[in-house]
């Protein structure tokens, strides 16, 4: 069984830089990740832009959601 370990400094900084990324200039963000850079803040940045694009559908989602049921009333 593998233990679980707390993330790297390094990794939670690019997780945190490229979530933010993702918000603010996602076509510059796009293009980083496409460099497939190897390493713990590579990794981190790729998860942070894996978690971005996960809240963004389920907010859509819930959008959608809540606009259906208004019609329904």
Request: aromatic residues 6%.
């Amino acid at each position: 069984m593998e233990e679980e370990q707390d993330p790297s400094p390094e990794y939670i900084k690019g997780f945190n830089q490229m979530y933010k990324l993702k918000r603010e200039m996602p076509e510059v963000a796009q293009q980083m990740l496409s460099a497939k850079a190897e390493g713990e803040r590579f990794k981190g940045m790729a998860a942070g832009a894996r978690q971005y694009e996960l809240e963004r559908i389920r907010e859509v989602s819930q959008k959608g959601r809540e606009q259906s049921r208004e019609r329904e009333i």
